[in-house]
Nanobody, 121 residues
Framework: QVQLVESGGGSVQAGGSLRLSCAAS????????MGWYRQAPGKQRELVAA???????QYVDSAKGRFTISRDNAKNTVYLQMSSLKPEDTAVYYC???????????????WGQGTQVTVSS
């Protein structure tokens, strides 16, 4: 059974930093593309960052230059380092194991419980 467990969220002031972690089990982690999504109340779930099995990365425009996605295959863990946080980054953040084809990330229907990120002015 696939299990994804996010952690590392919290409350920070604008300009601060957080590092989110997602521990995966039930998947061949080293062969899987991974993505971070976020969802704010009343908003559609949005892909924030994705990383391929080979380590290539892509980001939503609003995160470029501020967020870094990385992975540690030995720990079956994917990270999202967030800096220069803004109030509009406030959301529940979820990780996902998916596939990356033709420069697009496609999520599989396995989600963790999410971790709340709140950024205050």
């Amino acid at each position: 059974q696939v299990q994804l467990v996010e952690s590392g969220g919290g409350s920070v002031q604008a300009g601060g930093s957080l590092r989110l972690s997602c521990a995966a089990s039930g998947v061949i982690f080293s062969a899987s593309a991974m993505g971070w999504y976020r969802q704010a109340p009343g908003k559609q779930r949005e892909l924030v960052a994705a990383i391929t099995s080979g380590g290539s990365t892509q980001y939503v425009d609003s995160a470029k230059g501020r967020f870094t996605i990385s992975r540690d295959n030995a720990k079956n863990t994917v990270y999202l380092q967030m800096s220069s946080l803004k109030p509009e980054d406030t959301a529940v953040y979820y990780c996902n194991a998916g596939v990356y084809r033709s420069s697009y990330y496609y999520p599989r229907d396995y989600w963790g419980q999410g971790t709340q990120v709140t950024v205050s002015s």
